[in-house]
Each structure stands twice: as structure tokens, then as C-alpha cells.
């Protein structure tokens, strides 16, 4: 099959970019959207041009390196995967797909359609981790923990940091990222001390970053590869609210 | 503990659109009661004594005050998330196709704000901004006739148009509105959910079609 795409092509940080047409042909159906993009690369090295420079590590929709924002949508057209997880026969023959970069003042763009995500580590090196040693693997069995508790804390853990929440949300805003990571910690008697503390820390970094405010849209669980929950962001209000206006 | 500046923060701004937003929810409920004793078609009759007791009362006076100031904090607050969400991404997409499972009045929420702070300011200027004048600082039963005036504005069909819209845009706004100030406020528990999801969607419907209803009935000479 053959594609017509429209990329964001930026030479670095400074310069200003614009959106080219390349047409890609010999497309296979059952390639996944970077495989192709790994295409266009390919004829563009070997007509000496800048090959498109774009973010990518597993392939397998577990690292949350793949941004990009396609036709319109965070990660493409499917709910509930990564773009290494996007299947070209999800495209019609012939079809103009946009290719864009993340866009939010919070992830700028270094080249093309690669952004610096390193906002998101400066969130997490604010609070989420829990500051003693807990032990061995053998060790998490030593304190109980609430089945019910032990899921919701998984279904937070499975966040992937790919930065898809802040692309689609209308704000920018970062709070279902923020709140994932502050939940998979406070489901957990592990994650207790710090909680309070925890909460206040990682939000005030956000907001720092120049993150966008929520306003409660839903775009961004419609369009999280793994499926991260509104109720996240709720649980992180409560303790961010608890945090600042209950606690001593 | 740590200290955050509350009312900066992203999340504390939240809490303020939320908190003003339930209040501001409770003062509808009141309007709408007091305003459909229009329709006892008693010349007004209850509806003038309800009118003047919340004219007058002061406890109902000193209330205003809060009132007033819950309206200009949910309208600052609003233009300030509007300001900072519209900087947080300088560079827009080319092309977006949002999810369907954002609606469209959740991401226009600015847009319907807008509307309504226009049609706020056309209404107190009908109703309550002279009726305040006239009563001054210290002449509270000097009220004008508010319901006079009412079926005398409400002549007007370009009049009753724009407080259906007013109304159409009350809907839209309160369709997000009532279900985001539970979330903002941390409240979004699976036992309660679904109450709060139906209880919005009913007040959403409820509470404007009631106001609608007022200028429509006194254009088509239903109140007397
Ligand atoms: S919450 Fe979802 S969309 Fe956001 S960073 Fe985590 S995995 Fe990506
Ligand atoms: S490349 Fe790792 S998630 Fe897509």
C-alpha cells in the first residue's frame, strides 16, 4: 500500500519548523507505523536527505518512548496502544496521515518529532519513590496488603510515562501521569510515611514544569495506552487537598 | 510538612472552580424556586413576597455579598485556568480529531463561561442592578416591581431569544460543571458515581429548561 504523510520536520530546538509531504510507497500492511516511518528513512538516506529523527526503544509498548501524534490523535487512531503498537492496515491505501510532535510548552521539541520529556523526571525525582529500603522481593509478602488495593495499585504502576495524557489534554495538563504515579505509591502501606509529603512535592513540580491545569475533560484516559483511570486524579485532589489544608 | 501555595497551584485552582461552582449551584436552585412562583397566576402575589423577602431580609442581604463573591471568584479563577491552559502548548497542532470521549461543552468550557458572564450582565441589568439602585443603601422596601417589569421585558421576543440561549448555555455549562466539582473536590468513588453522574445530567436538564420557561410563558401571555 502506499501512503501520503505530512511530518513535522524541525532542525533543532531554535530553528522553525513546518510540515513536508513525503509519499511512501510499498507499504506492508502488517508493518507496524514506525517500521514505515523506518521506510521513509530509508529512501531519505539514500537520497542523501535527513532521515526524520523520532523516539523509539522496545517496540513492544512497554518503554512509552513512541510520541507522536497521528491524524489528530495521540499515538493514532486506536484506543489503548502506543504508536509501536499501530498497524498500518489500520491506514486506507492512499491515505494522508499528519505526523506531529507532542506540543506542550512542558515537552519541547529537540528535532522533528522528538521531544524532551525530561519534565516527567524531574516529577518523579521530586516524590515518587519511596525513601527506605523495603526489603527483597521475599519481603513484600511481610505486610499484608488489600487484594482490592494491590490491583488498583498495579492498574497505576502500569503507566508507561509516554507523555500521550499531556499531548491530547486540551490544557497540557499532567495530571493523569502525576496522579498515576502518586497512586500506585499510596495504595501501598509502603508508601505511607511520605504520602502527604509526596503529594505536595510532585505537584508543586508539575506545576513548575508549566503544565497546563485539569479541567476534568477525559481526553487524556480516552487516549493513555494503558488505560490509566479519571479516579487516579481524584485520589491525588484528596491528597494534595488533605495534604495542604487538613494536615499540621 | 511540607507548605504548597494552595491557591496557585494547579490542583488548588480546581478546588476554588469546584467549591464556587457548588455554590453557585445552590443559588440557582433558590432563583428557580422563588422565580416559578410565577406561576401560581396569582398576580404575583407569592412571587412578590418571596421577591421582597430575599430584598430585604438581611441576613438574605449579607448572603448576597458571599454571592457576589462566589461569582467573581469562579469567573476570575475560570479566566485564569483559560490564560495558563492556553499558554501550556504555544505551538497548536495542524490537524486534531479529539476522542469522542471528550465532549465538546468539556473542552468549551471557557466559551460557555463567556456566554454566561454576557447574559449575567444583561440580566442583572433587567432585574437586580435597579432594584439595588433604587432600594439604595438604606431604603430597602423601595423595590421597584420586579414582577411588572418582568412581563414587560419579556414583550420583547429578541429579549426571550436571548435568555433561551442564556439558558441553552446554563445547560451546556452545568452538563460538565456539576459532575467536575465532585472530581475536583477528590470525590469520585465508584458507590457514588453513577448518582452523581444521573443527578447532574438531571439538573443540567431540570434547572435551565425551568428558567427558559419563564420568559416563554410571559411572551405567549401564560402569567397574569
Ligand atoms: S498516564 Fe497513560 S498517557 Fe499518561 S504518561 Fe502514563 S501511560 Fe502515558
Ligand atoms: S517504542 Fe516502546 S512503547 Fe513504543
Not at chain 1, 54 to 69: K, L, N, Q, T, V
Not at chain 2, 120 to 147: C, K
Amino acid at each position: 500500500m502506499k501512503v501520503n504523510l505530512k511530518v513535522w520536520r524541525q532542525k533543532n530546538n531554535k530553528a522553525q519548523g513546518a510540515l513536508k509531504d513525503y509519499a511512501v510507497d510499498g507499504v506492508n500492511p502488517d508493518m507496524s507505523f514506525l517500521e514505515m516511518i523506518d521506510v521513509l528513512n530509508e529512501q531519505l538516506i539514500s537520497k542523501n536527505e535527513e532521515p526524520v529523527a523520532f523516539d523509539h526503544d522496545c517496540r513492544e509498548g512497554i518503554c512509552g518512548m513512541c510520541s507522536m501524534y497521528i491524524n489528530g490523535r495521540a499515538h493514532g487512531p486506536l484506543h489503548g496502544t502506543t504508536t509501536c503498537q499501530l498497524y498500518m492496515r489500520h491506514f486506507k491505501d492512499g491515505e494522508t496521515i499528519y505526523v506531529e510532535p507532542w506540543r506542550s510548552k512542558a515537552f519541547p521539541v529537540v528535532k522533528d518529532l522528538t521531544v524532551d520529556r525530561s519534565a516527567f523526571d524531574r516529577i518523579i525525582a521530586a516524590g515518587g519513590y519511596v525513601g527506605v529500603n523495603t526489603g527483597q522481593a521475599q519481603d513484600a509478602n511481610t505486610i499484608p496488603v488489600e487484594k482490592e488495593n494491590a490491583e488498583k495499585a498495579m492498574d497505576a504502576a502500569a503507566c508507561i510515562g509516554c507523555g500521550a495524557c499531556v499531548a491530547a489534554c486540551p490544557n497540557s495538563s499532567a495530571m493523569l501521569f502525576v496522579s498515576a504515579k502518586i497512586s500506585h505509591l499510596a495504595l501501598f502501606p509502603q508508601g505511607q510515611p511520605e504520602r502527604k509529603r509526596r503529594a505536595i512535592n510532585m505537584v508543586d513540580q508539575m506545576d513548575e514544569e508549566g503544565f497546563g491545569n485539569c479541567t476534568n475533560i477525559g481526553a487524556c484516559e480516552a487516549e493513555c495506552p494503558k488505560e490509566i483511570k479519571l479516579t487516579n486524579i481524584a485520589r491525588m485532589n484528596r491528597d494534595y487537598l488533605t495534604a495542604t489544608l487538613i494536615e499540621e | 510538612m511540607a507548605q504548597s501555595a494552595l491557591f496557585k497551584s494547579s490542583i488548588g485552582k480546581k478546588f476554588l472552580m469546584g467549591l464556587t461552582g457548588l455554590f453557585l449551584i445552590s443559588f440557582l436552585v433558590i432563583h428557580a424556586a422563588i422565580n416559578s412562583m410565577i406561576w401560581f397566576n396569582d398576580g404575583g402575589e407569592t412571587f412578590k413576597k418571596w421577591g421582597s423577602f430575599m430584598g430585604t431580609n438581611p441576613i438574605i442581604r449579607a448572603m448576597e455579598l458571599v454571592l457576589v463573591a462566589g461569582f467573581i471568584i469562579h469567573i476570575v479563577d475560570g479566566l485564569l485556568l483559560w490564560k495558563q491552559n492556553r499558554d501550556a502548548r504555544p505551538v497548536k497542532y495542524a490537524y486534531s480529531n479529539p476522542p469522542a470521549k471528550s465532549k465538546w461543552y468539556s473542552r468549551s468550557m471557557g466559551l460557555l463561561g463567556t456566554l454566561l458572564l454576557i447574559f449575567l450582565v444583561i440580566h442583572s441589568a433587567h432585574f437586580w442592578i435597579p432594584n439595588r439602585m433604587q432600594q439604595g443603601l438604606t431604603d430597602w422596601h423601595n423595590e421597584i416591581n420586579l414582577y411588572g417589569r418582568m412581563l414587560e421585558v419579556f414583550k420583547n421576543p429578541l429579549v426571550v431569544a436571548i435568555y433561551v440561549f442564556g439558558c441553552i448555555s446554563l445547560f451546556w455549562h452545568l452538563l460538565h460543571g456539576f459532575k467536575s466539582a465532585f472530581q475536583s473536590l477528590g470525590v469520585n468513588h465508584t458507590k457514588y458515581n453513577q448518582t452523581i453522574e444521573y443527578a447532574g445530567i438531571a439538573f443540567s436538564v431540570v434547572i435551565p429548561l425551568l428558567f427558559a420557561l419563564m420568559p416563554i410563558s410571559i411572551y405567549f401571555g401564560l402569567v397574569n
